[in-house]
């Protein structure tokens, strides 16, 4: 009993002193405890989506794993989670709540919702950073809301990335399939690299049916690049329409932004059966031991905890937000240490629905996390403007997975997965940079961009049957063909054929019940623009005010128009008109001044200047005007032959002006057309010509055109033809001998093949056509139906060729008259000094022969 009291008393007494002694472990978790600031942070996410599970365990993970690495530290992150079921209005509701029931520093979105901006706008009153994992598709300045910061492309960037995409593989346009709201409707206006021949706007809550009613119009256009930006669910459904509707199939071209490609591992295995082919982008993360390992732990973790996630993969939203929340607890112990008691105040905001908390630290709360610059699992953190951006976006391809094709950024442009081996950058938007890309229905060739689809044309020819050189309709009685031939059938089809696709088309006659034209040549385009026809080829001529309804070829035949004239001329004294007036009287004087000069020199040694007066007149003239045909004897002097060679090179001179002008006016005939005595046919398809006189007609044939200039303008017919050159091509090549024609200015554009506005076959057209000039098959094919050899002329019509006067050679005659006059001043002075030599030589013999006589 005594033993029993003891042990007793003694326990108690120990259980007394321990009880009065408070243990060490829980004294410092409570001192820790108080030193401690906890920094409330608000996270908004869709509980229920893929990417709000992944964002929700990835923040989860950063703030454990960085605090067990900076235990030391004085301030600690504590996340409020709430779940916005993905509606825009119950994003803001919580947030409310939130900031009503805590006093947050900052709060992380982690959905693309239009409440971004909302939130952004509520971040700037009660001043703290409003975190937005999803770059918002408006475009929200760093400016104009200074406490939102934003993860991910801009949709500058996504614009600029699709057009190189499109460069790269030379489409010429695309067509832009984009969700209706604000998320994804303002890339239409940031698209500007290529032409958009059509957008087509979806909603959210369009049907199958509505998917399906504008797609099957997709089909109906030729255009086969599609560019998709929209949510992951909306594009879940297209594809899958598209691939029922036979359109994930060879020919086709699909490109998807990050909005559905960052999304694609979350989506339904039958979905991605549906995008084998397409081409997308994401963002590039670049590999490192430490993504790997988190990626490790991450779905270890995740299995653990939800046996749903076992067939997703980490996400690139996932990986932003485990370095955000490591760039928020920084700035937040960086605030602490450099601001220790802003933490502490705090006030209260009346927002007219609720009284919320508001931080005074947030100024310096955001300017910490502006500066953040570390290295995290997502590569180099670092926000410019307030948007973390990333710097290279990868281009994959969906085949049986994603894989990664090339690189894109916007000071290289496309780079090749080989760049970071060969250490070489390029500003290439070249496919060549990017690996095989396996489109559509398992096909490695490019798809051209558009189709007909099997297609064939309905091709509208004009039936006038005037110049049937240029084209002709013919129905033939017993087989009820139709027979089209003439140049420009030939053109189109030689184009057609070295295409290096086939083209299928039928000619279509544009004409009515009796076989006529069925209205002017305007109407025949006009067929196109109502899409009753698909092209037009004839003698069709580029206007500029048929632009506004159809697109025009490459001309393949001359421009402009000219002026047929006859070549007939009853002016007997044509040749005079050459030389005017002055010129003709001062030649003439030359002619003779030069033959008494070379007649003064010659005469005293040459034996065919002696003779009797009139024959040595005769010799004068004779000579000198032989020069004209460099007919002239050979002088002995060598006076006379410096003056000879210089009036031959001036008589060369002349003559062959002379011939030059006379041949000028004998082509053209000179036709006053501003003169009332004369009438001219214009083609009624031209305007713009400037003519006094003239009557407006409809093309006649080459028959018609011949009996009016025959006829003449006195006699009822008319003095001259003005039509494009082609027609007029025809004409002479019927009657080469009896008229001429000049070009003019190119006041029209030749004849053209039409097609419809933005027509694909408008530039292969083109293209085929510059082939055919540049072979000469187009040469060819002009020779076979023009007969070429027609008489041109390059003069202008209105403009006389200028008659020559005395100016055109005063400098000749000045340079033959002082040589002449030289020569003849030389032998002038010749014979006086010969004379006086001779009388000199008479003195003396005269006085020798006198002294002779007196001594003898």
Known sequence: MDFTRKAKWTFFVVTTLFSLVPPLSANHTSINDTAIEMIHVGLILDAQSWVGKIVDSCISMAISDFYSRNHHYQTKLVVHTRDSGGDPLLLLSQALVLLENFKLDAIIVAENSAGVKILAELGSRVKIPIISLFAAGLSLSSFEYPHLIQIGEDESSRAKAITAIVEAFSWRSAILIYEDNDSARPILSNVTGFRLDQHV????????????EQLVKLMSLQMTVYVVHMSPILASRLFLNAKQLG???????WITTDMITNFMNSMDPSVLESMQGVVGFKPHIPASKELRRFAIRWR????????????????????????????VATAAERVMTRHPHILQQETRLNMNFTTIWSSESGLVFMDEMLQSRFKGISGGFQLTNGRLIPKEIEIVNVFKGDRIIGYWNPENGIASIMKEENHTETNSTSSSKLEGVIWPGGTMNIPKGWSLRGKRLRIGVPVTNQFRELISVVHDPQTKDIIVTGFCVDVFKEAVQSLDYEVHYDFIPFEDANGRMAGSYDDLILQVYHKNYDAVVGDITIISRRFAYVDFTLPFTDLGIGVVVPKINNDIWIFLKPLCGDLWITAAAFFIFTGVVIWFIERPINEEFQGSPSEQIGMIFWYSFSTLVFAHKKPLSNLSKFVVIIWVFVVFIITSSYTATLASMLTVKQIQLSSRDNDVW??????NFTFETRRRRANHSPEEYADALRRGSKNGGVSAIINEIPYLKVFLAKYPSDYTMIKSKAITGGFGFVFPKRSPLVQDISSAIMRLREEKRLEMMENKWFNSESSFTTLDPESNPNRLNIHSFGGLFLVTGISSISALGVCLFQKRQSIKIHLNGSVDSLKGYFNVKIIG
């Open 201 to 212: 706007a979806l909603r959210t809550s369009s049907t199958d049916e509505e998917i399906v």
């Open 247 to 253: 359109m994930m199939t060879q020919g086709y071209a």
């Open 300 to 327: 270890s973790k995740s299995l653990n905890e939800n046996k749903n996630l076992e067939e997703m993969e980490m996400n690139v939203y996932g990986i932003w937000s485990y370095d955000m929340v490591w760039a």
């Open 682 to 687: 214009v083609s009624s398809d031209i305007s």
